[in-house]
């Protein structure tokens, strides 16, 4: 009876010393990290078309490397970003221009939309675009926050909001800008 009472515990004790090695771990699930930062600390993206910035973009990785971003370049050396607060939620979000960034060449952009320091969301700009920088309105008319600015394609100033589901595209006279 002793005997038979022991083997229960021990076969339990292997049980669960089984169980417990094959469970998997709480942090498992945790998605990869976005940590990304500008190259240059000064360089300003209201007003420069080249800021780079250097990093790692997590789980968004597969999103830019469909529009041509190499992301051993944006690991070591940096690439062309605009960092802002897009989605107006008090967390940094990154916008990234495509291979052939320049402001002769319209490229696809996509915005990577964090929340503490995780992906939260990936979308594509509705066009593709050349000058990028960030735009903060002084217009009253609008509501207050940043978004994105494409200067003069064909003497046109696009201006792009986010408004929680998607982007939103005007066009304006470079002129009037």
Known sequence: ???????????????????????PL????????????????????????RCLCVGNVGDAAPHLQEIGVDLGALQKNGWPCVPGDFDQDGEQDYAFPGEGYSCNRSVPVRVLFTRGGHLREVQTLPRKLSCLQRYVSNDASLPPGQGLVDWG????????????????ATSHLSETH
């Open 26 to 49: 709480r942090d498992d699930t945790t998605p990869p990290s976005v940590s990304i930062a500008l190259v240059e600390g000064g360089c300003d993206p209201e007003t420069n078309f």
């Open 153 to 168: 394609e064909g003497n046109a100033t696009w201006l792009y909001r986010f408004d929680g589901k998607g982007w939103l």
């Open 1 to 23: 009876m002793i005997r038979l009472r022991w083997t229960c515990i021990g076969a339990s004790l292997l049980a669960m010393a089984v169980g417990c090695a094959e469970a």
